[in-house]
C-alpha cells in the first residue's frame, strides 16, 4: 500500500515538472511514468494473487472519516489493468511527444490522469472515491481541450464536462444513501449494514447512471465519439482503454461488494442495458469514416460485451447459481483486461497514422501497408482480436461469456427468461457486425491504392510508438494462447465477490480451457494456433514444391474500370452501404440521395448519404434547449438587490427545514 501511495505521489511531483519544463521534459515525465507504471503493476499482481487485503487509513480528508485505502483483488486486478495500459501509453508517448504540438499541456495533466486512476482503484471510502474520481474527471477534460484551438474540442470538452458532472452527482447520492442515516462513509461500514431491497434498488440505479456515463453505457455515451478524437492518441487510449474500465470497477464494487448481492429485476436490467449499448455501439462505428470516431464507438460496443457478462453474472447470482455467476464474471473481467490492451493498440495505430498522414479520415487513406508495414502487422493483429477470431484473445473472452448464456439454468424470473436468449442474439449479431467493422477499418485505411498525397508520402512511426503496438500485439497472442493463466489469477476475484470460482485451468492437459466440463466445451488457443501455422506451411511448401516456375503475365482483372485510379476503390460509406440499408435506415433514418446530371452535362454523378443520431436528437437537443431556456428565464436574478437576494435565501432555509421535518 505504501507503494502505491508512494507510486500515485510521484505522478503528482512528475506533473508539476510537466507543466514548469514544457516540451523538453516529455522523456522524463514519460519515461519516469514508464517505470512508476511497472511498479504499480508488480503491487496489483500482489494485491491480486495474495491471500488478504492491506489496508491503510491517513488522517486526511473529512475529520471523522480520515482517507481510507485498500487493496484486495479486485483492486488488485484492476489496478493491473490501469497500470498495463498506462506502461503502454507512457512507452508510446515517449516518441509521440516529439510530435505533440500542445505539449506543455498534455505533459502537465498526464502524469496526475495516472494518479486519478489509481487512486480511484484504491480508495476505500465514499469521500476518497469521489474525491480521486472528479480528479480523474476534471484532469482528462483538461487533456480533451489540449487541442483547444478546434471548434469541435470544444464543443467535445463541454459535453464531456457535462456528463462527467452528472456522474459524479449521482454516485454522491448512492454514497449518501448506502452511508444511511449514521453516515458511515468507509466502505468497511456500508459493508457491514445492508440496506432495504428499496434503498438497494435505488442505488443500483443510481450506479448505473453514474459510472454508465462515465464507461459509455446507452443512451449515456453521447461524449465518448466527440471526447477521443479529440484527446491526444495516447490519451485516447488511456480513456478508451482504461478509464472506462475503472467505471466498470466503480460498478463492480457498488454492486457485487457494497450491496452484497443482486436481484433478478436488477440483473435484467443491466442486460437490457448493455445488451443494447453493444448493438447499437457496434452500429454507430459502422456509420463512421473517422478513424477514433469508429474505435470510440466500438468501446461502447464492447462496454456493452461487458455488461452482458455482468448483468448474467447477477441474474445467476440472485437466483443460487454459483457456478454460473463465476463463469459470467470471469468473462466479463477477461474482456475488461482483454479490451484494454486491443483497444489501447488500435489508437495507437491510429495515432501512427495521424502522425505519418495527418489525416484520421479514412476515405483519405489508402495503401498504408505499404508506406506503414511494421504498423499496419501490428494493427491487424489487433483488428483480429477485436473481430473475435482465434487464437487471438478477444476471442477467449466472447467464447466465455457464450458458453455463461449457453449455460442457463431455468431461472423463474421472465425477464431473465427472455433477455438471456436475446442478449445471446445479440452478441451473436454484434460479433458478425464487429467482424465487417474493423474489415472494414483496416482494409479501407491500410489496403488498396493512396487516396491522397498525404497517405502516398507517409513514413514509419518511431521506434517507442512501434515497440507499444507489438507489445500490446504480442499481449493479445499470447492470452489467446494461454487463456487459462489469467482465469486462474480472476480465481480470487470471483471468490471474494461470489464465494464461488472456476475450477483451475493450467492444470489441464495441454493448457486447454475448460470452464464447467469437457463434455460441454472446452478450447484449446494453443493447438489452433499450431494447426495454422502447420496448414500455412504446408500449403506454402507445396505451392513451391508443385507450382510452375515459368513466369505468367496476365492483366488483372479490372471489375470493369479499366483505369485503374484511386477513385475506382471501395470507400469506407460503400462498403459499409449494405449494411446501412439493412439497420440504419430505421434505426438512423438514414437516407440516400443520387444526383445524376442531365445528358448534356458532364458533371459527375454524386450521392450523398445522411444519417441522424436518434438518441442524441431524441434526449440531449430537447434538454439543452430546456437548459438554455432555463438560463434565459433565470437571467435577469443577477441583477437583484441584496435585499431581494436575502429572501431568496431566508425562504430557501424555511424550505430546506420543512423538508427536514417532514423527513422525519
Known sequence: MI?????????????????????????????????????????????????????????????????????????????????????????????????????????????????????????????????????????????????????????????????????????????????????????????????????????????????????????????????????????????????????????????????????????VLVLVLGGGTAGLGILYALMESDLKRLLAYSTVENVGIIFIGLGLAMAFQASGFAIGAALALTAALFHVFNHAIYKSLLFFGAGAVLNATGERDMERLGGLIHRLPQTSFAVLIGCAAIAALPPLNGFVSEWLTFQAILLRPALPQWGLKLMIPADGALLALTAALTGACFVKFFGIAFLGRPRSDAARDAIEVDHFSRAAMFGAALLCLLLGLFPGVLVDALAPVANMLLGAHLTGQMALPWLSLIPIAAMRSSYNGLLIFLFIVLATSLAILTIHRLASRAVRSVPAWDCGFPDQTAITQYTGASFAQPIRRVFAASLFRARETVFMPPPSDIAPARIEKMLSDPIWEALYAPLGRLVSRIADLMNPLQFLTIRRFLVFVFLALISLLLALALWQ
Open 3 to 267: 507503494a502505491a501511495l508512494s507510486g500515485i505521489l510521484v505522478f503528482l511531483i512528475l506533473g508539476l515538472i510537466g507543466a514548469l519544463r514544457g516540451r523538453g521534459a516529455h522523456v522524463i515525465v514519460y519515461g519516469v511514468s514508464l517505470g512508476i507504471g511497472v511498479g504499480l503493476g508488480i503491487v496489483a499482481l500482489r494485491a491480486l494473487l495474495g491471500d488478504t487485503p492491506e489496508t491503510l487509513v491517513l488522517p486526511l480528508g473529512l475529520p471523522w472519516v480520515g482517507a481510507h485505502f485498500r487493496l484486495d483483488a479486485l483492486a488488485g486486478f484492476f489496478l493491473l489493468v490501469v497500470n498495463l495500459g498506462s506502461v503502454g501509453a507512457s512507452l508510446y508517448g515517449i516518441g509521440y511527444g516529439r510530435h505533440e504540438r500542445d505539449a506543455a499541456r498534455v505533459l502537465a495533466f498526464y502524469p496526475w490522469f495516472l494518479a486519478a486512476l489509481n487512486l480511484v482503484i484504491i480508495a476505500d471510502d465514499a469521500f476518497t472515491f469521489l474525491f480521486a474520481w472528479e480528479l480523474m474527471s476534471l484532469v482528462s477534460w483538461a487533456l480533451v481541450l489540449a487541442h483547444h484551438h478546434d471548434k469541435a474540442n470544444l464543443h467535445a470538452g463541454f459535453v464531456y464536462l457535462v456528463m462527467a458532472t452528472l456522474s459524479g452527482l449521482v454516485l454522491l447520492l448512492a454514497f449518501g444513501l448506502l452511508a444511511g442515516e449514521n453516515g458511515g462513509y468507509a466502505f468497511a461500514l456500508m459493508r457491514a449494514v445492508r440496506p432495504t431491497p428499496a434503498i438497494a434498488g435505488v442505488v443500483l440505479i443510481l450506479a448505473l447512471l453514474g459510472t454508465g456515463a462515465k464507461a459509455g453505457v446507452m443512451p449515456l455515451h453521447a461524449w465518448l465519439p466527440l471526447a477521443h478524437p479529440a484527446a491526444p492518441s495516447h490519451v485516447s487510449a488511456l480513456m478508451s482503454g482504461v478509464m472506462t474500465k475503472v467505471a466498470i470497477y466503480a460498478f463492480v464494487r457498488i454492486a457485487f461488494d457494497l450491496l452484497g448481492g443482486a436481484s433478478q429485476w436488477g440483473a
